[in-house]
Nanobody, 122 residues
Framework: EVQLAESGGGLVQPGGSLRLSCLAS????????MSWARQAPGKGLEWVSS????????YYADSVQGRFNIARDNAKNTVYLQMNSLKSEDTALYYC???????????????RGQGTQVTVSS
């Protein structure tokens, strides 16, 4: 059974940082591209970032480029999202997904966790 468990969310002031983690189990983690997506209140699911399987090529949405960094540790079955220079518009429920970015953007990803809440507010 595919399981994705996000952690690391919380309340942070504008300009602050958070690091999200996603522990994966139930599948061969190292062979899958992994993604992060988010959903703000009243809005649809937004793709944030992806990282390829073997060569760890990274991809970012324009809205987070230069502020967020995705990484993975295949030995620990974990994908991370380092979020810096956070803005109020980054407030959302953040999901880890076992899908490539194009699948998330197409709204067809069914493999994602329960999410971790990130709130950016002073």
């Amino acid at each position: 059974e595919v399981q994705l468990a996000e952690s690391g969310g919380g309340l942070v002031q504008p300009g602050g940082s958070l690091r999200l983690s996603c522990l994966a189990s139930g599948f061969p983690f190292g062979v899958y591209e992994m993604s992060w997506a988010r959903q703000a209140p009243g809005k649809g699911l937004e793709w944030v970032s992806s990282i390829s399987s073997f060569d760890a090529v990274t991809y970012y949405a324009d809205s987070v480029q230069g502020r967020f960094n995705i990484a993975r540790d295949n030995a620990k079955n974990t994908v991370y999202l380092q979020m810096n220079s956070l803005k109020s518009e980054d407030t959302a429920l953040y999901y880890c997904a076992r899908c490539p970015g194009e699948t998330v953007r197409a709204g067809r990803c069914i493999w994602r966790g329960q999410g971790t809440q990130v709130t950016v507010s002073s």
